[in-house]
């Protein structure tokens, strides 16, 4: 889980009640969906997901739809019910939740916690660094590792009195004491890598890297199974076992394991991580691709992904009223509303890691991972790779339209088309070979490439000949992106942001900003904002000065930026695509210096108003101030403005979308000084 950590003066005001998301700051949209599922557990009607960086998820409907239940930025890999506890392993540790996933409590395990195992009242953790005992329902636990090799632990197993553990390098041992002392139990144990591991009867069966074994002697002596490739997870339902065989799908067996048989129909992601059962119901957890479900004993298989937003957006872009992202593992998805609702629009890219993209009116280009560059021209419902043999495997890092031409920078360096890929052109007079370009930007003739750790480079004359800068700060830098905003030019780095005032030739000496990695930059008007590790930066003065504006964000790593209509949208790692109104981030007007003789909130116009409105107030002096906006029983809904202002008359504009009808209030406090007004916003 990261945790990011920045010292600002922090004013703390009660007023009502807290709501538990602004409802009109950060908001997560729709999409796209999928992830990177590794557990399931049910209950009841309830079945819950673990994935990779997003948490937990519920289905209440038999994997229909997905709610976002917490732990966000965590790495969920296993779950499992005792009583009514809902337990999850994670990379943080043991957390557990009584009300299915309404809040969650932590544990006292500071490990990576990979599975669980239950026996009589005991519970069982396998971790990082060996096996944790608890007897007390996961209050307190206790390593026990005695004989056993302290590796990490990914499958643990009971039969009987015995408990088994399935280490990653060293193959099954057993204890016959509930873990105070451990045997190897490893004969014909060919495979001593243990990914996963069930027992049904009186059979074990372990999944290695190299297939499938079993015990019916308690693990005295093993047997090869078959399924030659990984197997991470295992299911028992009706009479078959199934097999998550990692990149070849599902398997099953109906004579404990003597013979297998493939069942992957409809399962067009075949790395599979897990399996669940719920019901009647089979579930399998994908590397990306989300859930899918099969109800027929994983003859045929849906995937039930919606409101599951477990997905790492790397690119975005904005053609008309299209907004387009570009995905870790799910390929490319467009939406028309500003993510209120997306459409998965992959048919012909065949290649699901999208890493850039561009727009050139309704033509679209993708780059997609060590698989060159895509291109449709009717707003991504058909796609046709467009890589020639020089380009067809290269990492299209960046995308970007100068003119009626598309440069691509890659592991290679720039590539250019000006004929939709028919031919292309390395641009390379200047760029040593091989050199990886991370970032591009145009202004005018002007071509910027940044690199990995290889410097800057600028061209003068649309990429034919290319000169590196002389400046020393950036050689030892990943340059991840750039950005141009009238006459400076910022560069996004391993190391915060940097500016160059003369196309490039020389930089400031140190960061303008946090020294947070930088992903991704975007300019509105005199705004600049910063996609980092740790959200979302603003600066309204160059650089000069930066502030956090990532209020209810609940991702910290922003890989892409860009302005669709009134919005700045973000892509981040794990949670998908979020939406902020700019006008909340940017909208403190200072219209004159004028010292005023009072603190002074005024009404706001037009009231009553939708969904805009101006709220106007006085400072008679310098001060930290807060206006925030409230629901009528008191739930904060915006905080409009949370910063020092120097004296003056300031305005703001607050946009209503997505809020009720009904009577609101915005209460502004500066230093010791409060006030607040009514307001009504009328649908």
């Known amino acids: ?236 339902l009706d009479r078959y076992l199934f097999a998550a065989n990692y990149d070849r799908g599902v398997y099953f067996s109906s004579d404990n394991g003597s013979s297998w048989v493939k069942a992957s129909n409809g399962l067009t992601n075949l790395k599979v991580h897990s399996l669940g059962v719920s019901g009647n119901s089979l579930f399998v957890g994908t590397e990306g691709g989300g859930a899918f479900l099969s109800n027929d004993n994983g003859s045929t298989w849906t995937r039930v992904n919606n409101g599951m937003v477990n997905t790492t957006i790397q690119a975005l872009a904005v053609s008309e009223t299209n907004l387009f992202a570009g995905t870790e593992h799910v390929g490319a998805w467009r939406s028309s509303d500003n993510g209120t609702t997306w459409t998965e629009i992959n048919n012909g890219l065949t290649y699901s890691n999208v890493q850039s993209l561009a727009t050139l009116g309704t033509s679209v280009f993708a780059g997609t991972y060590y698989s060159g560059v895509f291109l449709s021209t009717n707003s991504g419902g058909i796609w046709t790779e467009i890589s020639n043999d020089e380009t067809n495997n290269t990492n299209p890092y960046a995308l970007v339209i100068s003119g009626t031409t598309l440069l691509a920078g890659t592991n290679l360096g720039v590539f250019s088309t000006s004929d939709n890929g028919k031919n292309w052109t390395l641009l390379n007079n200047g760029i040593p070979s091989g050199t990886q370009v991370l970032s591009l930007a145009v202004s005018g003739s002007n071509i910027y490439a940044g690199t990995s750790y290889d410097g800057f480079y600028f061209s003068t004359d649309n990429g034919a000949s290319w000169t590196q800068s002389g400046s020393a700060e950036l050689k030892d830098l990943r340059i991840q992106s750039l950005v141009v905003s009238g006459t400076k030019l910022f560069a996004g780095t391993s190391a915060g942001v940097y500016l160059s005032t003369d196309n490039g030739l020389t930089w400031t000496t140190e960061p303008v900003s946090y020294d947070f990695v930088v992903y991704s930059l975007v300019v509105s008007g005199s705004n600049l904002f910063a996609g980092t590790d740790c959200g979302v930066f603003l600066s309204t003065d160059n650089g000069a000065n930066w502030e956090m504006v990532s209020d209810g964000l609940q991702y910290s790593e922003i890989y892409s930026l860009t302005i669709s209509g009134d919005y700045l949208i973000a892509g981040t790692k794990y949670g998908g695509v979020w939406k902020r109104p700019i006008s909340e981030m940017t909208s403190v007007e200072k219209y004159t210096s004028k010292i005023p003789s009072q603190f002074e909130l005024s009404q706001n116009y037009p009231n009553p108003f939708n969904p805009t409105t101006t709220i106007v107030f006085s400072l008679p002096k310098r001060s930290f101030v807060t206006l925030k906006v409230y629901d009528a029983i008191g739930r904060e809904v915006s905080n409009l403005v949370s910063k020092e202002l120097g004296e003056g008359k300031y305005s703001v504009k607050w946009n209503g979308e997505g809020l009720a009808s009904g009577l609101y209030y915005y209460r502004l406090q500066a230093g010791d000084l409060v006030t607040t007004k009514k307001l009504i916003l009328l649908r």
């Not at 998301?21 to 079945?47: E, I, K």
């Not at 039969?159 to 045997?183: C, E, M, P, Q, R």
């Open 1 to 236: 889980m990261k945790k990011c950590i920045i010292l600002f003066s922090i004013t703390i005001v009660l007023f009502g009640i807290t709501s538990p998301l602004l409802l009109s700051q950060w908001v997560q949209t729709n999409g796209p969906c999928g992830g990177d599922v590794r557990a399931f557990a049910a209950s009841g009607s309830n079945l819950f997901a673990g994935t990779l960086g997003a948490g937990v998820f519920l289905s209440t409907d038999n994997g229909t739809n997905w709610k976002h239940v917490g732990l966000s930025e965590t790495y969920v890999y296993s779950l499992v019910f005792i009583g009514t506890t809902l337990y999850a392993g994670t990379d943080d540790g043991i957390y557990l939740s009584t009300d299915n996933g309404k809040s969650w409590s932590q544990g006292t395990i500071d490990r990576t916690v990979y599975t669980f195992a239950i026996k009589g009242g005991i519970i069982f953790a396998g971790t990082d660094y060996g096996v944790y005992r608890s007897t007390d329902n996961g209050t307190t636990w206790t390593a026990v590792n005695t004989g056993l090799r302290t590796d990490e632990i990914h499958a643990l197993g009971v039969l009987g009195s015995k408990i088994f553990a399935g280490t990653y390098y060293h193959g099954v041992y057993l204890s016959t004491n509930d873990g105070a002392s451990w045997v190897e139990a490893n004969n014909n144990l060919t495979d001593k890598n243990i990914r996963s591991m069930i027992v049904t009867g009186s059979i074990i069966f372990v999944g290695t890297w190299d297939g499938v074994f079993s015990s019916a002697d308690s693990g005295q002596t093993w047997v090869s199974r078959g399924l030659s490739n990984s197997v991470r997870a295992f299911a028992v």
